[in-house]
């Protein structure tokens, strides 16, 4: 959508500089230099790149200890009609390439990889040439990984220009509410990104996955996608191809969801990744990450709230999951966005109404039963105030007045893993202190 309007832009402000300078003549080759730099428009404090492409992005596969997956898309003329290659390597991206002809889209698989490594990558596009950017493999099934930091973000709801110049309700607060973020996100560097459900805010506007994997570029070529659709993207994508469309994931889900529920497990941590998924596939799903694909610790993720305490509260879907949760042990952990608040219970066996395990609010020990049910907040805006809950580990925060965007940042060692909860003042650019924390301790392996 910005490659109409964004060149022009670039080319008139350079020629006005250069005029200014008087130096047009000296450095009118500028002019001609193939859009490498990321210039493009501004969108209340964010600058949307006008790159001729989307991506490289990191996909996952069954096997991340052996193969990963890159994606990348042309959105002008000149790449959608161009071959390219892909190089990549451990000590410099040279060391292997993979060559592929013009189309409209590219999922590469990069295969037999060395596992719990650190590869280099660059994208050539036609004449675009990317950074170099990198990826972690996971270690075989059964061994941990050293540090995997993971950014989570749920309830995003990117949305696009056009709809700030339309001036259209909760659109330029988006960008806004992002800026503040954006820094932080970029510095926390994850190498996975769990993405909750409501990545955008319609599901059928393409403007805004653009939008997406523009302002989210460095991240996204840098860290593992791991998403889930929420009801913003299924409300109007009906089927979810335009979802899965930039999103294709393991085709591991139950039959008529597999293009919205999937699992994968990265270097012990099982990822329950669902929009639906109940009864027997969940059974299953949960023996197969413990007992087939090595991980000692599963962590469910859906886009709707099974417990939740607040002023719009509903509490929807906790019966049928919360009890095969408790029936296949070894869920330590629930993740779940929707209602744009933070919130984390104890860990909780369902029991008919739920029932704490313990009064312990910061360190759960391996053998801890039951499981943490979090909600993570938006980073477009809130609309729910929680309510206090003797079951809510984080009960009075954030304790300021007012409402707040925000993220989690969890990081992943042998030993634990550690989740924090950051926020940002809605109106102000202030990121206050970390909100929340918790120690989920590993068995010992
Ligand atoms: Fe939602």
Redesign the pocket.
């Known amino acids: 959508m910005d490659s109409l309007t964004a060149p022009t832009r670039r080319s008139f402000l350079k020629t006005t500089a250069l005029a200014a300078t008087g130096l047009g003549l000296l450095y009118s080759d500028l002019l001609r230099v193939p859009a490498v730099a990321a210039e493009g428009k501004e969108v209340a404090g964010v600058k949307l790149d006008d790159l001729p492409l989307l991506g490289p992005y990191l996909l996952p596969t069954e096997t991340p200890f052996e193969s990963i997956r890159v994606a990348f898309r042309g959105t002008e003329e000149k790449t959608r009609g161009a071959a390219g290659v892909l190089s990549y390597g451990l000590k410099t991206a040279g060391e292997k390439e993979v060559a592929f002809n013009a189309t409209d889209k590219h999922v590469l698989e990069l295969k037999d990889l060395a596992a719990d490594a650190e590869y280099q990558y660059v994208l050539q596009l036609g004449d675009y040439k990317s950074p170099v950017y990198r990826f972690r493999t996971s270690p075989k099934p059964g061994a941990r990984a050293q540090k995997t930091k993971l950014g989570l973000f749920f309830?995003f709801h990117c949305h696009a220009p056009k709809e700030v110049e339309q001036n259209e309700k909760g659109a330029e607060n988006f960008f806004k509410h992002y800026g503040y973020a954006m820094a932080d996100i970029k510095k926390f560097a994850p190498d996975m990104l769990i993405l909750g459900?409501?990545i955008v805010d319609e599901g059928i506007r393409r403007e805004e996955y653009d939008t997406f994997f523009r302002i989210m570029r460095d991240v996204c070529a840098n860290a593992i996608a791991v998403p889930i659709p929420?009801?913003?993207e299924w409300g109007t994508d009906k089927d979810l191809s335009i979802y899965a469309d930039y999103w294709p994931m393991p085709q591991n889900g139950p039959e008529g969801d597999k293009n919205n529920t999937w699992s994968f497990a990265y270097g012990g941590i099982g990822w329950q990744m669902r929009k639906n998924g109940s009864g027997d596939w969940l059974k299953a799903n949960i023996r197969d990450l413990k007992e087939k694909r090595g991980a000692d610790t599963i962590v469910d993720v859906q886009?709707y709230q099974v417990y939740q305490w607040a002023e719009k509260s509903t509490d929807l879907g906790k019966k049928g999951v919360c009890d095969v949760f408790d029936a296949e042990g070894g869920v330590r952990l629930c993740l779940f966005?929707?209602r744009h608040i933070h919130q984390r219970s104890l860990p909780l066996l369902y029991e008919g109404n739920g029932k704490a395990t313990t009064k312990e609010k910061s360190e759960y020990a391996p053998d801890t039963k039951g499981t943490i049910y979090m909600q993570s907040p938006s980073m477009w805006y809130q609309y729910t105030q929680p309510l206090e809950n003797p079951l809510v580990a984080c009960n009075g925060k954030p304790s300021f007045a007012g409402s707040y965007t925000g993220y989690g940042e969890m990081t992943i060692t042998p030993e634990a893993l550690v989740s924090e909860t950051y926020v940002y003042d809605g109106s102000g650019k202030s990121r206050h202190d970390r909100i929340d924390q918790f120690k989920l301790l590993r068995s010992k392996g």
Do not use: T, V
């Open positions: 309830d459900g409501d929420g009801n913003h886009h966005g929707h």
